[in-house]
């Protein structure tokens, strides 16, 4: 059963970047072994954080995007925990919300379409529909 | 079309109306508050947004057509935070009920990786 992720976590500011890529890879090769995947690796950057969190006024935010199972999440997080110096991380699942966003997606074309088609009917109007609607 | 006339001109008679409204509420935010002196400037900018949308009554996700309200949009979600930190109730804001049942739990989910605080402003 494969679901789809959100990691998002933050370093300590003064962590180098070599070794955020370390425990990036290191991650990964967690997820690759129990049967999961790595789908993106985003770096939003340093950023201020809205509280201190261990004395840190600021921190460096790292976003995955991870698939695979709840057993995967759980060691995931275990290795982020005992990860010194990860100081904040939070994982969120986010396939049944993109499984919700793709069908009103598919609702609202379907109707697009379905007043394209009738505005086809008069010839000259179908161009005029899609302006409107966008 | 009609409609779109119809709240372009209703707001005029409304804004003295609702003005005063937005007296009580900053009224009310004091008193809730309470902590040292309030950083004005930018924050009354947003409070003044906030009033805009009130003032029309609609729900913001709505008339953008925002789906996904993600807990990574810390600027939006900024938006419906009052400075103490607490999430503005829907009567202020003008968010339609299951927009405002996923914004609350984004900003819930923000405050948790410090993009928003729990309490008080981000200093």
Known sequence: MNRTYELMFIVRPDMPEEEQEKLISTLESAMTSSGGAMKKVERMGKRRLAYTVRRFYEGVYILLTVEGSGGLVHELERRLRVTEPVIKFLTVRVDEEQKRLEKIKKIRDSRRKASATAAAAPAEAAVEAPATTA | ?123
């Open chain 2, 1 to 123: 079309m009609a409609d779109e006339i119809k709240t372009e001109a209703a707001p005029a008679p409304e804004r003295t109306e609702r003005s005063g409204g937005g007296e009580r509420s900053g009224g009310g935010e004091r008193g809730g508050g309470g902590r040292g002196p309030r950083p004005g400037g930018s924050g009354g900018g947003r409070e003044g947004g906030r009033k805009f949308f009130r003032r029309k009554k609609v729900c913001k996700f709505c008339v953008e057509k925002i789906d996904s309200i993600d807990y990574k949009d810390y600027r939006t979600l900024g938006q419906f935070v009052a400075e103490s930190g607490k999430i503005v109730p829907r009567r202020l804001t003008g968010v339609c009920t299951p927009h405002q049942r996923r914004l609350s739990t984004a900003i819930k989910l923000a405050r948790n990786i410090a993009l928003l605080p729990f309490a008080g402003r981000a200093s």
